[in-house]
């Protein structure tokens, strides 16, 4: 059975081998995103003490992880496009969500878009317009994903944090 939680201190071991796991498969498919060590642990760790990462678990294990806020993106406020919901990340209307991993022994089985489907439940029930999400040009898993669950393309975004080797990224938004 699956089940979504927030994640807890003694899961960040776990989450990190998620977030391990993910940079190597991104390696895999020669994707730049995370190659710097991204997201390193103090990252990890912000998130969890703010409520902010959920984990899913299947058969007792963690098999994927999110990181779902509602304090806005502030790389969100310049796009080369336009977002569906007009708002800033001073007083956001969206919920984001970054950090998006899954095991490799686990794959193809719904914990992404479970995952997603969460974030999406939780914007309504905050009283959130929609869901923002962005990923790196070349993840076309990603991308085929978020056309899958009904996100709209709205342009590129730049990305802050400098570990990253390609700072542009798809940037995607669903109405809840």
């Known amino acids: 059975m699956m089940n979504i939680?927030?994640?807890?201190?003694?899961?960040?071991?776990?989450?990190?081998?998620?977030y391990a796991q993910g940079r190597s498969a991104?390696?895999?498919?020669?994707?730049?995103?995370w190659q710097g060590g991204y997201p390193d642990?103090?990252?990890v760790e912000a998130d969890v003490a703010r409520g902010?990462?959920?984990v899913i678990e299947d058969d007792g294990a963690i098999g994927g992880v999110a990181m779902i806020g509602a304090g806005g993106d502030a790389d969100y406020d310049r796009i080369d496009g336009a977002w569906?919901?007009?708002c800033d990340s001073s007083n956001p209307?969206?919920?984001?969500?970054?950090?998006?991993a899954t095991s490799t022994a686990r794959t193809r089985r719904g914990y992404a878009s479970r995952l997603i489907s969460y974030a999406e439940?939780?914007?309504?029930?905050?009283?959130?317009?929609?869901?923002?999400?962005?990923?790196?040009?070349?993840?076309?898993?990603?991308?085929?994903?978020?056309?899958?669950?009904?996100?709209?393309?709205?342009?590129?975004?730049?990305?802050?944090?400098?570990?990253?080797?390609?700072p542009e990224r798809i940037a995607f938004e669903k109405l809840v």
């Open 121 to 166: 439940q939780r914007a309504r029930d905050l009283g959130c317009a929609s869901v923002r999400i962005d990923t790196h040009p070349g993840n076309v898993r990603m991308r085929g994903l978020m056309g899958k669950l009904g996100f709209k393309e709205c342009g590129i975004i730049m990305i802050s944090h400098s570990s990253e080797g390609t």
């Open 84 to 86: 569906l919901t007009d």
């Open 41 to 43: 642990r103090a990252t």
């Open 5 to 18: 939680r927030p994640a807890q201190a003694n899961d960040i071991d776990t989450l990190m081998d998620l």
């Open 93 to 100: 209307t969206y919920l984001v969500v970054h950090r998006i």
């Open 52 to 54: 902010e990462t959920f």
């Open 26 to 33: 991104l390696a895999a498919l020669g994707i730049d995103q």
